[in-house]
């Protein structure tokens, strides 16, 4: 009877984490996917919280920031518990552009994370740090995303350079960015076809990049629309394929 106890309690852990998406599972169930602060990303099923009566089914929502005890499972592990941390979902999911921002961000994470139960908590911090700020509406919900974006990559071994040359190390600025050489390059590493961003959208990416809201904020529209083009391509080139989301991002 003690060794079944002991055995019972090892399989149950607690954690925190923001929910990237949902599935639904039988009649009632929900195949949950997290991204954990202290086990990486993990996939979890809900237990009957599809059922009007659920507990908890409200919280095991996408943008959700919640604190969870969860039981191992052979396959799949079993959300036991959840409190909410922080409600960010409801506020997110009032508003289209807030709503379709924030889906690329969770698609992005789910991406960047690739692994099942490995830690990634500089990617995990980065994810809660974002869907807060579009939550609360501190700024431009387009920027908050780019910023995100920008982060996100830079921490996943894939830092663009906004100043000096990304091929050669030349001190900039530089008058072009290519995407396939890491951002700003020279004239002598210039490829045919690089971008010509303006200065403005250039100190605009560096800004966003460093989280120099100050700088970001007090950006002019065409030069955040210039940005934001840049910031997508690139982000599509290092994860190989399109994000399904960002077609729908709602830009204003």
């Not at 997508?232 to 960002?246: D, G, I, N, T, V």
Request: hydrophobic share 40%; net charge neutral.
């Amino acid at each position: 009877m003690g060794a079944a106890g002991d055995n019972a309690r090892v399989s149950l852990y607690r954690d925190e984490a923001i929910v990237l998406r949902t599935h639904k599972l039988g009649e009632a169930d929900r195949i949950v996917t997290l991204l954990t602060r202290s086990h990486g990303k993990v996939r979890a099923v809900g237990k009957g919280v599809r059922r009007t009566s659920s507990k908890f089914g409200s919280r095991l929502e996408p943008f959700m920031y919640v604190d969870l005890q969860l039981s191992t499972g052979r396959n799949l592990d079993i959300v036991t518990q959840a409190e909410t941390l922080g409600p960010f979902g409801r506020k997110i999911c009032e508003d289209y552009t807030l709503y379709t921002a924030g889906t690329v961000m969770l698609e992005t994470a789910d991406r960047l994370v690739d692994a099942e139960h490995e830690p990634s908590l500089q990617q995990y911090w980065l994810l809660v740090g974002a869907v807060k700020a579009l939550a609360s509406r501190d700024h431009a919900p387009g920027l908050v995303l780019d910023s995100y974006l920008l982060r996100a990559l830079s921490v996943a071994g894939w830092a663009p350079s906004f100043t000096d040359c990304a091929r050669c190390g030349e001190p900039g600025p530089h008058t072009a960015f290519a995407v396939a050489s890491g951002g700003a390059v020279c004239r002598a590493c210039r490829p045919p076809g690089a971008a010509a961003p303006a200065p403005e959208t250039f100190a605009l990416l560096a800004a966003l990049l460093a989280g120099d809201w100050s700088v970001a904020d007090a950006s002019a529209e065409r030069h955040r629309g210039e940005g934001n083009g840049l910031v997508a391509a690139f982000c599509q080139f290092h994860l190989e394929r399109q994000l399904r989301s960002l077609p729908m991002v709602e830009r204003v």
